[in-house]
């Protein structure tokens, strides 16, 4: 049978676009704040035997956390058969050690939680940096999707002579995947970094930028400080005026009214609901749920 595909409050586009991929039901789950701001949840659809997938995106994670666990952990206790969790995006991924004394470790406790109350999970490019794979913190079997072969694609279909930019060496690995699979150049800047906000960008070999339509390609897009830095580095080059590809458009503040300020467009998958979103992960996504469903 097809996995129940259940939307937390605010992914009911995603979801529906999920299900529809696989000829999946969507479920119901009806939730509100009591005047004290507790969660009130009730599974309005018969989920006892039921393989559920849960849809939650967890951009700006807190206030989206527990009534994810209060689902999870519902769905257990009205007998459904599994309960997994589709996270476009993944939270708590970035404080991956302790850089300071006394710092917690929260990717660590976060995975904790959600392996204690869910069976399976699948993200899409979480921030993997000093870890080499979502098993290292996850003890339910977990799925990283990538969205490189889409972006290109959405490159190919839509850019005339692309050069592909990455903001820091960290992104060469998966930049270079995206320029290969688009036919285009690439180069990746050089980026120090001294606080959340404070960001400097360097650029580097873009002797084959002239004749281009320069295109910034980041995995995440939060302070917004990396990808300016970029811009404006790539203005002292070209007049052209980039598009910015973000997997995650995370976008904190006016991030993307500053993007745009530049002459920038900013494009996005759909892994977090933005009117910038043009990029679908869904196909991908919706195999792996079947496979664990």
């Known amino acids: 049978m097809s996995p129940l595909v259940i939307p937390l409050p605010g992914n009911e586009t995603f979801a529906k676009a999920l299900a529809d991929a696989r000829g999946c039901e969507m479920g119901v789950l009806e939730m509100r704040s009591f005047p004290d701001e507790e969660t009130y949840l009730r599974f309005v ?18 206030p989206k956390f527990l009534p994810l666990w209060f689902a999870a ?10 309960v997994g969790l589709v996270a476009p995006y993944l939270a708590y991924m970035r404080q991956d050690k302790s850089f300071h004394p006394g710092e917690a470790v929260t990717s660590r406790h976060f995975a904790k939680l959600i392996s204690e109350g869910l069976d399976w999970l699948v993200t899409v490019d979480p921030h993997l940096h000093r870890y080499r794979a979502l098993s290292d913190l996850y003890t339910i079997p977990a799925q990283s999707l990538h969205a ?3 972006i290109a694609d959405w490159i190919a279909g839509n850019i005339s002579n692309p050069f592909i930019v990455g903001p820091d060496v960290e992104s060469e690995q998966w930049v270079s995947e995206v320029a290969k699979d688009c036919g285009a150049p690439y180069t990746v800047m ?16 873009l002797h084959a930028l002239p004749g281009h339509s320069p295109v910034i390609v980041d995995d995440i897009v939060s ?12 203005a002292a080059h070209t007049d052209a005026s980039p598009i910015c590809i973000a997997v ?8 993307a009214a500053r993007i745009a300020a530049t002459g920038a467009k900013l494009v996005s998958t759909d892994t977090i609901p933005h009117p910038s979103n043009a990029i679908t992960t869904v196909p991908p996504i919706a195999d792996a749920v079947a496979a664990f469903a």
Do not use: F
Request: hydrophobic share 40%.
């Open 45 to 62: 659809s018969q989920v006892k035997a039921r393989s559920l997938a849960l849809v939650c995106t967890l951009a700006h994670p807190d």
């Open 73 to 82: 952990r519902t769905a257990r206790a009205l007998g459904a058969s599994k």
């Open 148 to 150: 490189g072969r889409a």
């Open 190 to 205: 050089l980026k120090t970094r001294r606080g959340d906000r404070d960001v400097s960008v360097h650029p580097r070999d």
């Open 223 to 234: 302070s917004g400080e990396t990808m300016l830095g970029a811009i404006a580095a790539l």
């Open 248 to 255: 995650h458009a995370v976008l904190a503040d006016d991030v």
